[in-house]
């Protein structure tokens, strides 16, 4: 598990839905393939994004419209790209949570 000292902040990404109620986010390319990645999430603000054990990235100010869908999911696709393209695509399993302050 990630800690705070090897947690960074993603700063810009995004999170799209399809039709079928799929969930994408979009994220910057990142060194290290992910090994065992969950995305951690309590239904408020911020989710956690464990790609590896060496690799979170804390996903700040979920848009309000986004957090129901997310709340209703049990997994999401995470796109990483690098130079407008896509670098690394990967399936992620939801864990939902009461509290992320538990895992920080």
């Known amino acids: 598990m990630a800690n705070k000292n090897n947690s960074e902040q993603e700063g810009r990404y995004d999170i799209l839905q399809n039709a079928a109620g799929e969930i994408l986010i979009i994220i910057k390319y990142h060194q290290g393939g992910p090994e065992n990645p969950r995305f951690v999430y309590d239904g408020g603000s911020s989710a956690l994004l464990y790609r590896s054990r060496e690799s979170a990235i804390m996903l700040d100010n979920i848009n309000e419209k986004a957090r129901s ?15 407008d393209d896509v670098a690394r695509e990967y399936k992620v399993p939801v864990r939902h949570i009461q509290s992320l302050d538990k895992f920080l």
Do not use: A, M, N, R
């Open 69 to 83: 869908p997310l709340k209703s999911v049990d997994e999401l696709l995470i796109v990483e790209i690098e130079d």
